[in-house]
């Protein structure tokens, strides 16, 4: 299994520019998330999914879009980057037992720069 | 909304020191509580958790138990290694499974 996969590594684009984040798990996942970590604040969800067709915003969703295409893929959209959106980005996802808070499993992140 | 502050960092020990993380919530409700660790370069990897009161997390010689009554999720280790060094994230599990993480510390081993 190679778990939370994430495309690409790193990423640089100049203001205004737009690219898509690829995630996919291969766990059979009923949740899957998308954070962004900066220095001093943690991780801070972007937007999550928590069964396939179904997408709802997290803690700081503007300027993004997600597509939850399938069960396995959950994809990231910035449309027109800001240098505010520098930051390493991580998908994760889980099992989402009902009654149960499970952990959740984290890709290795896509670093991405914005000019 | 629900809320984690963990210890500021970072911190700096000796190897085989004593280790002491320390993280307070809150929250409605009963949370599930973990520490994830983030070694340089990877994602998150989930240390250890605990889902209902006075439960103790454990994995790789660290521990932590689920305080209510102070509402806390102290990390601790009795002799670090400097393998352990890494970045240390405590965090609280509300509605709808979302993670609300604390803002990090780092800890630095010394041989």
């Known amino acids: 299994n190679a778990g939370v996969t994430q495309t690409p590594k790193f990423q640089v684009l100049k203001t205004g520019q737009s690219m898509t984040l690829q995630c996919a798990q291969d766990m059979n996942h009923n949740s899957m998330y998308w954070y962004r970590q900066d220095p001093g604040m943690g991780l801070r969800l972007i937007y999550y999914s928590a069964s396939e067709g179904t997408t709802d915003k997290g803690e700081v969703p503007n300027g993004y879009n997600v597509s939850r295409l399938n069960k396995r893929e959950f994809s990231l959209r910035l449309e027109s980057a800001a240098p505010s959106q520098t930051s390493v980005y991580f998908c994760?996802?889980?099992?989402?037992?009902?009654?149960?808070?499970?952990?959740?499993?984290f890709g290795p992140g896509t670093r991405l720069t914005v000019l | 909304g629900d809320s984690v502050t963990q210890m500021e960092g970072p911190v700096t020990l000796s190897e085989e020191a004593f280790l002491t993380i320390n993280c307070t919530y809150t929250a409605t409700g009963y949370p599930s509580l973990f520490w994830y660790v983030q070694y340089p370069g990877e994602g998150l990897q989930l240390l250890l958790k605990?889902?209902?009161?006075?439960d103790k997390g454990s994995n790789k010689g660290f521990e932590a138990t689920y305080r209510k009554e102070t509402t806390s999720f102290h990390l601790e280790k009795g002799s670090v290694q400097v393998s352990d060094s890494a970045v240390y994230f405590c965090a609280v599990i509300q509605g709808a499974q979302k993670l609300v993480f604390g803002q990090g510390t780092r800890l630095t081993i010394n041989p």
């Open positions: 994760a996802s889980s099992p989402m037992t009902s009654g149960l808070r499970n952990e959740q499993f």
């Open positions: 605990a889902t209902k009161a006075d």
